[in-house]
């Protein structure tokens, strides 16, 4: 990716740094500049500057490797199973209870999970931040960072109900390069990397063909507090009219990967948390579908989202 600040770059002469230093390797033309990259180990060569004089005019993001992503993703996909091999085995035991709200569970289970993905994902990559539903680990200033929700449908899981997963995704500098779902009640595992084939159990997977509203499926979902209740609840009316079928199935993340698959064709959620949807949002965008999402607090860490296969008029319920 190449980035001026919106300056025409036939108007000025570019020099390129890369972090770290290192040989030149080849060369891109941008207008009449010709942009020197560096040889550098695949794993430094993240980001170059562009300066003209001593301005700095734009900057360079390299791709991360795919052998380097492949990595991420299998060190993401065993933490997910390991983490959906506890939950499979104490699903239906007696459960000890974190904390009870009017509208949500907490377990200590979901802590246990994600101290055993926090384990796997930061014992492999030390450097790398982790932001969990149950906290935050590693070092702040990472670029990397990990997006865990050590189980997606707390309250199906508490109530026995065989529909939640472990999600996992990774960022490097806010982009989503990595994503994996692993539903353990059916051994189904969605995985995905930015430029990749979304897959299911290694199979490829894409969004369904579906048009029009009338034949579609929609999954549903409501904030907790009473207000978005309130509001939403005129909304799902005029959705259930339109299309065949709703659905309320309680994982924000299975949802999504449901959309990838072509098992749902869309999904609309008034407001929902970016470690529920961070591997899911990356799954239906690589299986070919779109998701728009709005901030709905000042952390970033909230937002509302309506997903789909990209293919459905669903532009009234983009928040
Ligand atoms: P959880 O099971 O990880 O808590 C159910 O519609 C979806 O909403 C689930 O993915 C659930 O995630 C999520 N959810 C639960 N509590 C929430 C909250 N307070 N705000 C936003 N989403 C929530
Ligand atoms: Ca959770």
Request: with cysteine; charged share 25%.
């Amino acid at each position: 990716m190449v980035t001026n600040g919106g300056r025409r770059p036939e108007h000025f002469r570019a020099a390129v740094f890369c972090l770290g230093g290192g040989g030149v390797w080849g060369g891109e033309e941008v207008g009449r500049c010709r942009l020197k990259f560096f040889a550098l180990p695949c794993s430094q060569l993240r980001r170059c500057v562009v300066t003209v004089g001593r301005r700095v005019a734009g900057v360079i993001m390299s791709e991360i490797p795919t052998n380097e992503l492949n990595i991420f993703l299998d060190v993401a996909r065993s933490a997910a199973c390991e983490a959906g091999e506890l939950l499979r085995r104490n699903f239906g035991n007696e459960l000890e209870v974190d904390s009870k709200h009017a509208y949500d569970i907490k377990l200590a289970l979901d802590r246990e999970s994600q101290a055993l993905i926090t384990k796997r994902l930061l014992g492999a990559f030390p450097d790398h931040a982790l932001l969990g539903e149950e906290g935050v680990d590693g070092p702040a200033d990472s670029p990397f960072q990990w997006i865990v929700d050590p189980i997606d449908g707390t309250v199906n899981f508490f109530y026995g109900i065989p529909h939640f997963c472990v999600s996992i995704a990774l960022r490097h500098q806010g982009e989503t390069l990595v994503g994996v779902i692993y539903d353990p009640n059916l051994d189904e595992m969605f995985a995905v990397t930015k430029g990749g084939s979304p897959t299911l159990n290694g199979r490829q997977i894409r969004v369904s063909e579906r048009c029009e509203l009338a034949d579609s499926i929609v999954t549903v979902g409501f904030a907790k507090s009473k207000e978005s209740i309130d509001q939403y609840f005129e909304r799902f009316k005029q959705i259930s009219y339109q299309v065949r079928k709703t659905r309320m199935m309680g994982s924000a993340a299975l949802a999504l990967a449901y959309i990838a698959c072509g098992r749902l064709d869309a999904y609309i959620e008034e407001q929902i948390s970016t470690w529920d949807i961070a591997a899911g949002v990356l799954l239906v965008e690589v299986a070919g579908g779109v998701s728009r999402t709005v901030p709905r607090d000042e952390r970033g860490e909230k937002f509302s989202i309506c997903s789909s296969n990209g293919k459905l008029p669903l532009e009234q319920y983009y928040h």
